[in-house]
């Protein structure tokens, strides 16, 4: 059956991967993005028409509302939204300034709150739908050196876990993806001062076999499961059982990466 499906930061990286395989098993996507109209086609669909490119600020109050009047308007309803718009940042403490923290938390988390809070009363009108939150494996293991990051992907991970016990009794699930580095142009977003970091993320990134379309079958075939914590590859699956089985070690492990980033300071 053809679902209704908004992803948000729809045009490029993971979002236009997840925007792919929802198109390609039949549904009808509002591929939302600051780009807009602007988009390419989703050449995955097996009907681009089935995809609809919406420019969307996840920061803006109204262009959300706008959205929801164009969902309404167009499809009388929404049974999967996507907040995947995220940007990358991060860097030691005292060389993250507080304009990176808000601009982070303003993109990365209230992106998420504001595109959850707009649909949630549809949803719970419909007594059905399905809200995913694209977190990272930063929400659930914190290396030393990505304060604001993990701070913000730990807090999208809390608020899912709230959303899906609130919501359930109207019939509306709520999933948080945990995906490791894989390679996206997330970086080409990336703020900060602390340069070093930056250099560490990207190289990350580049070296990762792991690609978007990768983590986007993973996700949804987590939603198949009715999921609602995905970590969808085995370098995050690994990294996070290690915490939660093994702390000592994975402390150890941590502080070691706190240590080679002091001995790169001399």
Same mark, same amino acid.
Request: some cysteine; aromatic content about 6%.
């Given at each position: 059956?053809?679902?209704?499906?908004?992803?948000?930061?729809?045009?490029?990286?993971?979002?236009?991967?997840? $925007? @792919?395989?929802?198109?390609?098993? %039949? !549904?009808?996507?509002?591929?939302?993005?600051?780009?807009? !109209?602007?988009?390419?086609?989703?050449? %995955?669909?097996?009907?681009?028409?089935?995809?609809?490119?919406?420019?969307?600020?996840?920061?803006? =109050? =109204?262009?959300?509302?706008?959205?929801?009047?164009?969902?309404?308007? @167009?499809?009388?309803?929404?049974? $999967?939204?996507?907040?995947?718009?995220?940007?990358?940042?991060?860097?030691?403490?005292?060389?993250?300034?507080?304009?990176?923290?808000?601009?982070?938390?303003?993109?990365?988390?209230?992106?998420?709150?504001?595109?959850?809070?707009?649909?949630?009363?549809?949803?719970?009108?419909?007594?059905?739908?399905?809200?995913?939150?694209?977190?990272?494996?930063?929400?659930?293991?914190?290396?030393?050196?990505?304060?604001?990051?993990?701070?913000?992907?730990?807090?999208?991970?809390?608020?899912?876990?709230?959303?899906?016990?609130?919501?359930?009794?109207?019939?509306?699930?709520?999933?948080?993806?945990?995906?490791?580095?894989?390679?996206?142009?997330?970086?080409?977003?990336?703020?900060?001062?602390?340069?070093?970091?930056?250099?560490?993320?990207?190289?990350?990134?580049?070296?990762?076999?792991?690609?978007?379309?990768?983590?986007?079958?993973?996700?949804?075939?987590?939603?198949?499961?009715?999921? @609602?914590?995905?970590?969808? !590859?085995?370098?995050?699956? $690994?990294?996070?059982?290690?915490?939660?089985?093994?702390?000592?070690?994975?402390?150890?492990?941590?502080?070691?990466?706190?240590?080679?980033?002091?001995?790169? @300071?001399?």
């Amino acid at each position: 059956m053809s679902r209704r499906v908004l992803v948000t930061g729809g045009a490029s990286g993971l979002g236009a991967a997840l $925007v @792919e395989r929802f198109a390609g098993r %039949g !549904d009808r996507v509002l591929s939302a993005d600051l780009s807009g !109209d602007a988009a390419a086609p989703t050449a %995955g669909a097996p009907d681009n028409s089935a995809v609809v490119h919406r420019r969307l600020d996840v920061r803006s =109050d =109204d262009v959300w509302e706008s959205a929801r009047a164009w969902v309404e308007s @167009e499809w009388g309803g929404l049974d $999967v939204l996507v907040n995947n718009a995220g940007v990358a940042g991060g860097g030691r403490i005292e060389l993250t300034g507080m304009d990176d923290w808000r601009w982070i938390f303003d993109v990365n988390l209230f992106g998420v709150v504001r595109g959850t809070r707009t649909f949630t009363p549809m949803l719970k009108e419909q007594g059905s739908g399905w809200i995913v939150n694209i977190a990272s494996l930063a929400g659930l293991v914190h290396p030393p050196g990505m304060g604001s990051y993990n701070a913000v992907k730990a807090a999208v991970v809390a608020f899912s876990e709230t959303v899906s016990h609130e919501l359930a009794p109207y019939g509306v699930g709520c999933s948080a993806v945990c995906p490791s580095y894989f390679r996206t142009n997330l970086m080409d977003s990336m703020r900060g001062s602390d340069s070093d970091l930056a250099a560490t993320m990207a190289r990350l990134v580049e070296k990762s076999s792991i690609t978007a379309d990768d983590i986007a079958a993973a996700v949804l075939e987590g939603l198949d499961r009715g999921e @609602e914590l995905i970590v969808p !590859d085995e370098p995050a699956r $690994v990294a996070y059982d290690a915490k939660l089985h093994h702390r000592a070690a994975y402390d150890e492990q941590m502080r070691s990466i706190a240590v080679r980033m002091k001995e790169r @300071e001399a």
